[in-house]
């Protein structure tokens, strides 16, 4: 007994998707690359390198935006903060961003 081929139906699906959007809708586009770094660069001068949260001096803070670009935030320095950011012996990032980070996920969780 001989095994027929079916056909492929889902060709025609696949190549007809529409493509994934890349921010959300009113949100504001992310700025990348070197106009990001020479910002960074700004926000570290500005604040000292000193952390909004708890106040540590350190070279490797993130910058973080205070309102975030999804809620309507924007990129001016006025919205950009530095926020302590670093592994533990797990693995696990610490310091203030990573709370931020976490609260700002349960608010949007409910």
């Given amino acids: ?17 529409l493509p994934t959007l ?10 990348r690359g ?8 700004q926000v570290m001068q500005r ?6 949260g708890c106040g540590i001096v350190r070279m490797d803070h993130e ?3 205070r309102v975030p670009l999804e809620q309507g935030g924007t ?12 592994f533990d012996a797990n693995g696990v990032k610490q310091g203030c961003h990573a709370a931020k980070t976490k609260a700002e996920a349960k608010d949007r969780a409910g």
């Fill in 63 to 65: 910058v973080d935006h």
């Fill in 75 to 86: 990129n001016d320095l006025e919205n950009l903060q530095l926020l302590c950011a670093w």
């Fill in 47 to 52: 604040d000292k390198y000193t952390c909004a």
């Fill in 1 to 17: 007994m001989k095994l027929q081929r079916i056909p492929n139906r889902l060709a025609s699906v696949v190549t007809t998707r």
């Fill in 34 to 41: 070197d106009a990001w770094m020479a910002t960074r660069r």
């Fill in 22 to 31: 890349q921010i959300k809708a009113g949100a504001t586009p992310r700025i």
